[in-house]
Nanobody, 129 residues
């Protein structure tokens, strides 16, 4: 297993959850790590991403101000702190890592799911109203 995500669960609206992702093997030797999510009946959408080396962070508009992504290079782990959760945040959250050519390439394409080579198994987040 190259990407192992955990931390999902059931939470009431307004609550918080912290997702963790442990990268190993080739998945850990990448340029950036991030999160995508998929709600029931919908396609996968970008949540947030961060580069391993520089820590450059990017968020989807709906995540700004509520979610925070971070990483621990010493452990090859990434985290997604989610606050003020809403029922619309319900879905399966996937940890991903990708090998961008450089920071410029990453800034241009960080929200493109096709640029991420490794995907974790997903962790379910359910927010009740």
């Amino acid at each position: 297993v190259q990407l192992q995500a955990c931390g999902g669960g059931l939470v009431q609206a307004g609550g918080s959850l912290r997702l963790s992702c442990a990268a190993s093997g080739r998945a850990a030797v990448t340029h950036a790590v991030g999160w995508f999510r998929q709600a029931p009946g919908k396609g996968r959408e970008f949540v947030a991403a961060i580069t391993w080396r520089s820590g450059s962070r990017h968020y989807a508009d709906y995540a700004k101000g509520r979610f925070s992504i971070s990483r621990d290079n010493t452990k090859s782990e990434a985290y997604l702190e989610m606050n003020s959760l809403k029922p619309d945040d319900t879905g399966v959250y996937y940890c991903v890592t990708g090998s961008f050519n450089n920071d410029f390439d990453y800034r241009r394409d960080y929200s493109n799911a096709g640029r991420y080579d490794y995907w974790g198994q997903g962790t379910q987040v359910t927010v009740s109203s």
